[in-house]
């Protein structure tokens, strides 16, 4: 359904602005998504634990043509190597096999992934709602970061798995509601391409990012069996195909990983995955119920309108029609992972981003609701229509600045690390760390803490678990950092580092050390 005309009281100069506004509208997003994705892109925001670990992956498979994480012992296959899929992994590997390893072209990548998920959320928001709910989707991601923690402009700078797995989604989105309104209950050819199209977007996220195969199967499910029992607009075809090949991508990315890895080393990698899930994943703890249930709620995000605006979708999406079937499946894939994301999960934010990405759908389309019927009725609602305009206005600009705040003034400080490194530190001599960015930055002969540490490190900090305990120090390296993680996590004894090793440089958060 398309967005509601303007009233026919509306004034020409009105209709005027109006019309130049939307006319003006796309042509200063494309700006905007020039601005905030590329420019200053290796530095901002600086890299970390995670986009390093990450980038390990490609690296280790061009240098070596290793497809594992690596550490001065020698290969690690889990990690990294099943955190985030071959979907972001072996595009990168091509990026440094033609262009060298670098940040930069890892991050390329990303923002390729960012420009799919961009035109592919657009469409769909056009698709369901008219060019102006489009368009205002594309606005809202802009401003999905909050005072605090990160949004879709800081995701779609880093090498992790959120946005490409969104891109994928959104692509998945896009066929299954294309399929539904191809086929009306009738099956056709292009139902059927785009129903297998709809599996692959669905089945490719899966294999993206693991917190995925939580939510999408299960809302796919779902959203088949209301259609069978309430809705009766979409085809078997469309129940069925969609799941059947979501599921079956994701069950052949875990063959390959068994096939490739060999029974050990697969079988070690279930263990960490079950691992990092109860640390992370399913902690059904009240501290991180409570946390991530603020972060849904405060004002700075969408200006406090997300679950608001899941609700009035709930309630628009009791028509029994395509539109209805449509909005449905938003509603179940949303609702579904903030359920999750408060109920078991350790409540980072990071986490809920998928969601409240999609979210900029339901509430483009609730802000238009709300202010043409503010808009078409009496002088206070006008009034508050012009209020309420102001706010939209106040809590998508705020974000946007604090992104554009953070890109314009980059922080180059890992890589000033790196250069200082490469002068003054023997490529030949291993340097114990758990700062796996610097990996990526130079080619010295790093040793890493087990990665199974990870896990307790997020338990201590997290939820009140025991602390780290990890004796890296005593196989006495030559050179030790403590960067920003080391130092969070308190992975390395102070005690030890100030008795036997003397500072040689720092550079922000980076410390370098040397054994006395």
């Known amino acids: 359904m398309l967005t509601r005309k303007a009233p026919a009281a509306i004034s020409p100069h009105t209709r005027s602005f109006l019309h130049i506004l939307v006319r003006l509208w796309p042509?200063?997003?494309?700006?905007?998504?020039?601005?905030v994705l590329f420019l200053n892109l290796p530095y901002a925001p600086r890299t970390w634990f995670d986009e390093g670990s990450h980038l390990h992956v490609p690296k280790t498979l061009v240098q070596h043509g290793v497809y594992a994480d690596?550490?001065?012992?020698?290969?690690?296959?889990?990690?990294?190597?099943?955190?985030?899929?071959?979907?972001?992994?072996?595009?990168?590997?091509?990026?440094?096999?033609?262009?060298?390893v670098g940040i930069t072209q890892g991050r390329l990548v990303i923002?390729?992934?960012?420009?799919?998920?961009?035109?592919?959320?657009?469409?769909?928001?056009?698709?369901?709602?008219?060019?102006?709910?489009?368009?205002?989707?594309?606005?809202?991601?802009?401003?999905?970061?909050?005072?605090?923690?990160?949004?879709?402009?800081?995701?779609?700078r880093q090498v992790l798995g959120e946005t490409p797995g969104l891109a994928f989604l959104s692509?998945?989105?896009?066929?299954?509601?294309?399929?539904?309104?191809?086929g009306k209950n009738l099956v056709t050819r292009r139902s059927w391409l785009l129903s297998v199209l709809a599996g692959l977007g669905f089945g490719l996220a899966l294999v993206t990012k693991n917190q995925f195969v939580l939510i999408i199967p299960v809302a796919l499910v779902a959203v088949g069996v209301l259609d069978w029992l309430y809705y009766r607009v979409g085809t078997w075809q469309l129940r069925i195909v969609p799941v059947l090949i979501a599921c079956g991508c994701f069950g052949l990315w875990v063959l390959a990983q068994f096939q490739f890895l060999g029974p050990g080393s697969f079988l070690e990698n279930?263990?960490?995955?079950?691992?990092?899930?109860?640390?992370?994943?399913?902690?059904?703890?009240?501290?991180?119920?409570?946390?991530?249930?603020?972060?849904?709620?405060?004002?700075?995000?969408?200006?406090?309108?997300?679950?608001?605006?899941l609700l009035y979708a709930a309630w628009r999406a009791r028509r029994r029609d395509a539109q209805g079937l449509s909005e449905a499946l938003l509603v179940i894939i949303i609702g579904l992972w903030l359920t999750w994301f408060v109920g078991a999960s350790l409540g980072w934010?990071?986490?809920?981003?998928?969601?409240?990405?999609?979210?900029?759908?339901?509430?483009?389309?609730?802000?238009?609701?709300?202010l043409t019927w503010l808009r078409n009725g009496t002088t206070v609602q006008r009034a508050l229509a012009v209020l309420g305009t102001g706010y939209a206005a106040l809590f998508m600009l705020v974000p946007f600045a604090l992104s554009t705040n953070a890109i314009v003034h980059p922080d180059d400080t890992a890589h000033r690390f790196a250069a200082y490194l490469?002068?003054?530190?023997?490529?030949?001599?291993?340097?114990?760390?758990?700062?796996?960015?610097?990996?990526?930055?130079?080619?010295?002969?790093?040793?890493?803490?087990?990665?199974?540490?990870?896990?307790?490190?997020?338990?201590?900090?997290?939820?009140?678990?025991?602390?780290?305990?990890?004796?890296?120090?005593?196989?006495?390296p030559v050179y030790?950092?403590?960067?920003?993680?080391?130092?969070?996590?308190?992975?390395?004894?102070?005690?030890i580092l100030e008795q036997k090793y003397m500072e040689e440089h720092s550079i922000g958060s980076y410390v370098l050390f040397r054994r006395r």
Not at 126 to 152: C, D, I, M, P, W
Not at 484 to 494: M, Q
């Open 111 to 156: 923002v390729l992934y960012a420009l799919v998920a961009l035109a592919s959320l657009y469409a769909l928001g056009q698709k369901l709602h008219g060019h102006v709910a489009g368009l205002l989707v594309l606005t809202l991601l802009f401003a999905s970061r909050t005072f605090n923690y990160e949004g879709f402009i800081e995701y779609s």
């Open 70 to 100: 690596i550490s001065s012992e020698g290969f690690r296959y889990y990690g990294p190597t099943v955190g985030v899929g071959p979907t972001v992994m072996l595009p990168i590997a091509l990026m440094f096999n033609l262009f060298d």
């Open 349 to 370: 934010p990071r986490y809920a981003f998928p969601a409240v990405a999609l979210g900029a759908l339901l509430i483009a389309r609730a802000l238009i609701d709300l």
């Open 27 to 35: 042509l200063v997003l494309l700006l905007a998504t020039c601005l």
């Open 422 to 476: 490469d002068d003054h530190v023997p490529q030949d001599t291993v340097v114990e760390t758990w700062e796996p960015e610097l990996g990526v930055l130079t080619d010295h002969r790093y040793h890493y803490p087990p990665i199974e540490l990870l896990d307790t490190a997020v338990r201590h900090q997290w939820l009140g678990g025991p602390p780290l305990v990890y004796d890296g120090l005593q196989d006495a």
């Open 480 to 495: 030790v950092v403590v960067g920003s993680f080391g130092g969070y996590t308190g992975i390395y004894d102070t005690v």
């Open 171 to 182: 692509l998945g989105l896009l066929a299954w509601v294309a399929a539904l309104h191809a």
């Open 270 to 309: 279930m263990q960490q995955t079950r691992q990092a899930a109860g640390g992370a994943i399913f902690v059904f703890d009240m501290g991180a119920t409570l946390r991530a249930g603020k972060y849904l709620l405060q004002p700075d995000l969408y200006g406090g309108l997300l679950i608001p605006a």
